[in-house]
């Protein structure tokens, strides 16, 4: 009994104190962001987008847009691509053995006819059954490939591009006109060789779009969605720019991101066998670029906006969610060697360190202190007064957390410009935390369980168009 | 005591939270304001500034126009200002001196805040007075990379050619401190134009940094000017690579003024260490004239051992058309499988599959045989979609002969 209560009492202390380190780092992302990004909001305005639009010297393009059954989506977010602002760019749509006829319906709309093109594995795929093309449209190309993945789809896309940049797209997302070549201006602008960038991935889900482009930014009537706007403004708007600012990005969303061609296939191209992709190849980059010494940048600007769809279910957000932690898993328990390893620098000694334990292990941690601190109180080990303290805290800090990410967007980018979005954002972000935090916990401890027995299966994520 | 703090630490997280509300609430309604006025004052001086541009006559309008620095009245004056440069830009610019925006950003440029500096440079960049040129080009010296940025667009927005000058005085330096990229030099020197020309093969012809020679001749290789041709044969033979690579990229733009002596150094390049340099050869060497020498050459760099360059170099053969159909057939007939895909590939790409199978009616025997001969390699090889095509909707007599070709092929 007296070790039982030993260990009831010492995991909560553990509780307290990670919580504590847990929240400081939060606090400090958070003061770090507030600067970085009212600093560089000001400096759009002398931001060279017009001059990196109209010069022939700026890197050619190839967007990458992996599609498995995506007719509902795949023309509005082709309309998008297409109507961007960028000087040289080809969009390369990887169709990945669909079979609701989204390979027909692009072939009838562009008017695409069968090319004979040699199809070089530089990064081994499965393989391609065909080309499409149209000569009229000459920066479009279809290729028609056995279902492996969206992974190995972006591999083949990689294959067939001839730009020195790709820039990967979700198939059912909106991309801003100016989005490309604001994430191109670091590229351009670094000293330093930029082999990643990415941009912040907005809610579609209530916007009314016009030919490719967002026209009315809207809240959407489910719930779901709305809390995926205030936790997306958190996640981008401080988590992200804070760990930019700390030159400690370690992941880039796949919705929207920017790589060196060169980089990835030296780096060996996406990982197949990964969930989270996105995030793998970020992991990878930085070892590869590290462990040859070579100088390099994974940078992440807060003004490149793609919109995209949220899961609108429970059960569908359940699927995304746990698809992600276990991706997340895998990255972290994969290159574990990385951790408190100081020939990483920072990613070693500051970023992989907190992604395994307040990322990776945070949602045990949470589950478990659902469990275990209310028994502390009802076996008297806790005082009752700081136990409701301390929920008082907590509550009120995640509170704050979600507050500030709309606080955020109101003094810099303020997309929602409506009192009704300002107000319904603020109720939602106080809301956040008495249920859809928990439930994210819950989806997320859940996979940390389905990852220990092995269930390692991506869960496709059907949203609501 | 820990209850304490935890109430403290609860009371401070609820008086922020409150505090940011505050803050956003105000600035929305402030913000709201602002730009109403903002509205309201551009909506109205628009067309009393048109009205006094149309007719020149600017002196009248002064007074009305004149305003406190950083008041709404200044910026929205600004914007209309800046907007109706683009159409009348010698009025605009005068007004923009007599209101004293150049003033108020020229004293900006002696702030130490960062962002501040950057954007009284950016502002009088798209002011763009020649006189601003000296004082900006001050600014050249800082240490800080995103002023230099700044500073170079800037200067290049004015545009003039001492501004020009001005840059390429500091460029070495710049390059030395690594401040300034490559992109970001080249995407300004650009915005000069044709003008530019003659002060940027001057400059090229003084300089010895590799590095700014690769970027004057990249930059020049943009531009319309064929004088450009000269410094770039100068420096064909350079010993580093990349500007070996830029001169050529400026010979591949006037390819037609090219002599046979110059073809002939040319043609030396082929077998260039560098495989950038041999990739730029077959570009030009599918541009120029099809002599004899020339598809010998592009025949030794389809095999060449890097893919960028035997593409190339099949992409630059499919535009030799009928001269270069011996080749085509030879290489087509060859073991090296590569360049027979990319050879395949590029002709179905280009016209040149269109002309092979229009040779299928040719009176000429020779070039009816090799094309014919051709057309059947490729539907050998999978390349028949072109063929496939031209039988659903081409001519009668030449799908007889495509029928025949395909009936081969399955004999």
């Not at chain 1, 006829?101 to 004979?116: A, N, P, Q, V």
């Not at chain 1, 500030?404 to 956040?432: K, M």
């Not at chain 2, 150094?265 to 050869?281: E, G, N, Q, T, Y």
Request: net charge positive; glycine share 6%; proline share 4%.
């Amino acid at each position: 009994m007296k070790v039982t209560t030993a260990l009831i009492l010492g995991f909560n202390y553990f509780v307290g104190i990670y919580y504590t380190f847990f929240n400081i780092i939060y606090s400090l992302l958070l003061c770090i962001s507030l600067i970085v990004i009212i600093k560089y909001t000001k400096r759009l305005k002398y931001a060279p987008v017009k001059e990196i639009n109209y010069s022939p010297e700026t890197p050619p393009v190839s967007i990458l847009i992996a599609a498995r059954n995506e007719r509902d989506v795949i023309l509005r977010t082709l309309e998008s691509v297409f109507s961007i602002n960028y000087p040289f760019y080809d969009v390369i749509v990887i169709n990945d053995g669909s079979d609701d006829g989204t390979l027909e319906l692009l072939i009838d709309k562009f008017k695409l006819k069968k090319i004979d093109m040699v199809y070089r594995n530089i990064l081994k795929t499965a393989p391609v059954k065909a080309f499409y093309y149209n000569r009229e449209l000459p920066n479009l190309l279809v290729v028609d490939k056995v279902r492996s993945g969206k992974a190995d789809s972006l591999n083949c896309g990689i294959n067939m591009s001839k730009a020195p940049y790709i820039c990967t797209i979700d198939a059912d997302s909106i991309v801003e006109p100016d989005a490309l070549i604001r994430l191109m201006i670091p590229v351009i602008e670094s000293p330093v060789p930029v082999v990643a960038c990415g941009g912040v991935v907005r809610v579609l889900n209530g916007s009314r779009i016009e030919k490719g482009i967002v026209k009315d930014i809207g809240l959407p009537r489910e719930r779901l969605p709305v809390f995926q706007i205030v936790e997306y403004l958190r996640a981008f708007l401080f988590g992200r720019v804070g760990w930019d600012a700390l030159r400690s990005i370690l992941i880039l969303s796949g919705t929207f991101s920017l790589f060196n061609k060169n980089a990835i296939i030296s780096a060996g191209g996406f990982h197949t066998r990964h969930l989270a992709e996105d995030m793998e190849i970020i992991v990878r980059l930085h070892e590869y670029y590290r462990k040859n010494k070579k100088p390099y940048s994974i940078k992440f600007i807060s003004d490149p906006i793609c919109w995209t769809e949220v899961p609108s279910t429970l059960r569908a957000l359940a699927r995304q969610r746990r698809r992600w932690h276990m991706g997340l898993m895998q990255s972290i328990i994969e290159y574990r060697k990385m951790i408190f390893n100081p020939s990483y620098g920072r990613i070693g000694l500051l970023i992989f360190p907190y992604y395994l334990f307040f990322e990776m292990l945070g949602p045990l941690v949470e589950f478990l202190g659902y469990l275990i601190v209310p028994t502390s109180y009802f076996l008297g080990l806790l005082n009752l007064n700081f136990f409701l303290l301390f929920l008082l805290l907590a509550i009120i800090y995640g509170i704050f957390l979600s507050t500030t990410g709309i606080f955020l967007e109101e003094l810099t980018y303020r997309r929602y410009p409506g009192w009704d979005h300002l107000s319904r954002l603020l109720v939602y972000g106080i809301l956040e935390n008495f249920g859809y935090r928990q439930i994210n916990s819950f989806f997320r401890f859940q996979a940390t369980l389905y990852y220990l027995c092995g269930k390692r299966k991506w869960e496709h994520v059907r949203k609501n168009v | 005591m820990i209850q304490k703090v935890i109430i403290l630490i609860v009371s401070l997280i609820v008086f922020l939270i409150l505090l940011f509300f505050l803050i956003a609430v105000f600035r929305r309604i402030r913000g709201a304001r602002r730009y109403r006025e903002l509205d309201r004052i551009r909506a109205y001086y628009l067309p009393i500034l048109q009205e006094s541009f149309k007719k020149g006559d600017i002196l009248s309008i002064i007074n009305d126009l004149i305003s406190e620095p950083g008041s709404i009245k200044f910026k929205a004056i600004e914007e209309l200002l800046f907007k109706l440069k683009e159409r009348f830009p010698e009025p605009a610019k005068e007004l923009l001196i007599r209101l004293g925006y150049v003033s108020f950003y020229e004293n900006m440029l002696s702030d130490k805040n960062r962002i501040n500096k950057a954007t009284a440079i950016d502002r009088l960049g798209i002011i763009g007075l020649e006189t601003s040129a000296d004082r900006l080009s001050q600014m050249l010296r800082s240490d800080d990379r995103e002023i230099i940025s700044v500073t170079v667009r800037a200067l290049s927005n004015i545009g003039t050619l001492e501004a020009l000058a001005l840059i390429l005085d500091h460029l070495p330096g710049l390059f030395e401190r690594w401040l300034i990229t490559r992109k970001a030099v080249e995407t300004a020197l650009l915005k000069f134009g044709d003008k530019g020309t003659p002060l940027l093969i001057q400059y090229g012809k003084t300089i010895s940094n590799p590095k700014i020679i690769a970027i004057i001749l990249d930059t020049l290789s943009h531009l319309n000017n064929n004088q450009a041709i000269g410094l770039a044969m100068d420096n064909i033979n350079h010993p580093d690579p990349e500007v070996r690579t830029k001169s050529l990229k400026i010979i591949e733009r006037f390819s037609d003024l090219l002599n046979g002596k110059d073809l002939e150094k040319i043609l030396s390049l082929s077998k260039d260490p560098a495989w950038f340099v041999r990739l730029h050869v077959a570009k030009i060497l599918g541009k120029v004239n099809s002599k004899k020498d020339v598809i010998d050459y592009l025949g030794k760099l389809i095999m060449d051992e890097n893919w960028q360059v035997r593409n190339a170099a099949a992409s630059a053969l499919s535009k030799k058309t009928e001269a270069g159909l011996d080749l085509i057939l030879k290489i087509l007939k060859g073991k090296d499988h590569y360049a027979i895909e990319s050879l395949c590939e590029e002709i179905e790409k280009t016209e040149l599959c269109r002309v092979l199978i229009y040779n299928l009616l040719s009176p000429d025997g020779e070039v009816y045989k090799k094309s014919r001969e051709i057309l059947k390699i490729m539907n050998n090889l999978g390349f028949s979609t072109p063929i496939m095509e031209y039988l659903q909707t081409g001519d009668e007599a030449i799908a007889m002969e495509l029928k025949l070709l395909l009936s081969e092929k399955a004999a």
